[in-house]
């Protein structure tokens, strides 16, 4: 068995059989712990297979277990090397741990800009570790759904802790908030203007905030700073009626490099997760507003794509092709266009 | 009459019916040149309410005159100042010009960290400027949808050229390409390494790479190794079976706080326009393989929605809210659910 969680697939003996055939065998091999049958199954997700979905049908009652972790922040703030921080001391504990880092950059390059892979590749030998990339394809939105679906597939494998990491820019970090239990946003302690204006945004969904590279000048200040603005933030929206903010994010000081402050964040992640298990009264999770939540971006998602697909459909790609050059020719406005088209659906 | 372009509506007189009778007084005014108006009917195509869709599909047979002119880059590229100096360039010539700044940032802030605003008041008394700000909201896709609308607006109301600014950090310079007739991406001089990873996916959307701050030392340098770059790709490109590149994007120098290069920028805009008029043989425009994927991708956004309306009726509110928790206790999985919420549709 190879324990390169990175792989990218490659063949996988025994497994020939397509569609749900194949969905059923991977995600049995997966949740036996066979790595490179976990590999294989996250690329029919990524890809939208029959075969993904049959597995994940299979799997999904096995998950719901792990605690999903979002870790997000701005370009350069040091998302990856803290997840690697991460991921060495939930090793220490002895704890399966797995990355997702989901790229939602252009889906014409889905370019790699995440991933400490240097630091990480120290895990290809440790079955305790999964690390895996995927680039949100097609349609605004894939990006949840895939996410949600692979973090699902985790889950059901058996590991612990799952962070979800992406880089926060706009629209992908609220995704990421909505998928996961818990939301990091990473924060370096210096930023440029525009930055700050976007991570006003990423604070918002943030239940944890790391001021990252804690070992530089500056860094406690950050730290002060952020939770003076966090507290008015609170209080004014509390002010603000009809809008009820239900948590103040803590706000952590790491240094990644030195290690100074991991052991607290993971303790505080734990100490998160523990209060709604306990909330529950048992082993049984809570379905809390945010589960639930997520649950709708889950099902709205699949409903999305399943409406998208009938619309795929050869038999209506003419009525579809048909509308569009009536729509860019301006003889017709996409609303009209619209109803017609779902009225013939 | 307000020369206010970006006044947020307030009460408009004269305007009190609802529904599809206040979007028809709205688009004959907006159409007329009533500024206020025209703020208004933005407000409502942002709102998506029945009002602004039925006030589109009066004007949607009077656009499609505009040059549509996507402007992306990453944070700090400098697009806002460039925007501003279009904008006094094409009021030179005495044409009328929009700027639609399209914010993708949180949709709970809404934060707006995009439109040189200092710079952009000076011509708050311009009736041939018009500028507006707009939140992407709710669902992902929604950016795209909106854009195309408010540009369809403005575009009716006789505005010759539309610059659609956005910041381009992920999936957003994807969709601005998609819905503009020529993409601008500006990149500044120096950048980091991630931001240049993230550059990577904006330039693959260009039309015109623009680098700013031409004044500053490096950028003829950055000029060149783009210039460099480009030919290295769109030769790879070719190379690549089945992914043909169409075009490869010019490389211009500007600086944005001296004018340089701005006169060569509006004119390298206006050329492309003018091939493509001229593609066509006369004064319509041909509807070539961009607007009939951006009429498609606007087709789609409009299904969407309509799709999500339809799940959001009250009579169905309680199945759906009733799958979900089904899906979030993983009593059942997400395809199931769908299957069957779409079975009662």
Avoid at 27 to 45: D, F, Q
Avoid at 65 to 78: E, K
Avoid at 279 to 308: F, H, K
Wanted: proline share 4%; charged share 25%.
């Amino acid at each position: 068995m190879s324990g390169a969680g990175t792989a990218p697939g490659g063949d996988l003996p025994g497994v020939t059989a397509t569609g749900a055939e194949r969905g059923r065998v991977l995600a049995e091999r997966a949740a036996g712990g066979e790595r490179l049958a976990l590999a294989r199954l996250l690329t029919e997700i990524e890809n939208r297979t029959w075969a993904g979905e049959a597995a994940l049908r299979m799997l999904y009652p096995r998950a719901g277990r792990a605690h999903l972790i979002g870790v997000t922040g701005a370009p350069g703030a040091g998302k990856s090397t803290l997840v690697a921080a991460l991921v060495g001391e939930a090793r220490k504990g002895g704890r399966a741990v797995a990355v997702l880092a989901v790229d939602p950059s252009s889906p014409i390059t889905g370019g790699a800009i995440l991933g400490d892979r240097v630091r990480m590749q120290s895990y290809a030998a440790d079955s305790g570790v999964f690390i895996r990339s995927m680039a949100a394809r097609g349609h605004a939105g894939g990006l949840a759904t895939t996410s949600v679906a692979a973090a699902a597939v985790l889950d059901a494998a058996g590991f612990e802790l799952v962070l979800i990491e992406t880089v926060g820019t706009g629209q992908s970090e609220v995704e990421v908030a909505a998928i996961a239990d818990t939301t990091v946003v990473v924060q370096a302690p210096e930023m440029g203007d525009e930055v700050q204006a976007i991570k006003a945004g990423l604070l918002e969904v943030a239940d944890i905030v790391v001021v990252s590279k804690g070992d530089r000048p500056g860094a406690q200040r950050a730290a002060s700073q952020l939770r003076a603005m966090l507290t008015v933030g609170a209080r004014e929206d509390r002010a603000a009626a009809g809008r009820p903010r239900p948590k103040r994010p803590e706000v952590l000081l790491v240094s990644a490099v030195s290690g100074e402050g991991v052991v607290e964040l993971l303790a505080a992640l734990d100490r998160r997760f523990d209060r709604e298990a306990r909330a529950a009264g048992g082993a049984d999770r809570p379905i809390d507003a945010q589960r639930l939540a997520r649950a709708e971006a889950q099902l709205s998602g699949v409903l999305s794509e399943r409406m998208a697909d009938r619309l795929r459909d050869p038999r209506r790609a003419a009525d579809l092709r048909a509308a569009a050059r009536a729509v860019a020719a301006h003889e017709m406005d996409p609303y009209t266009a619209a109803d017609r088209l779902l009225e013939s659906l």
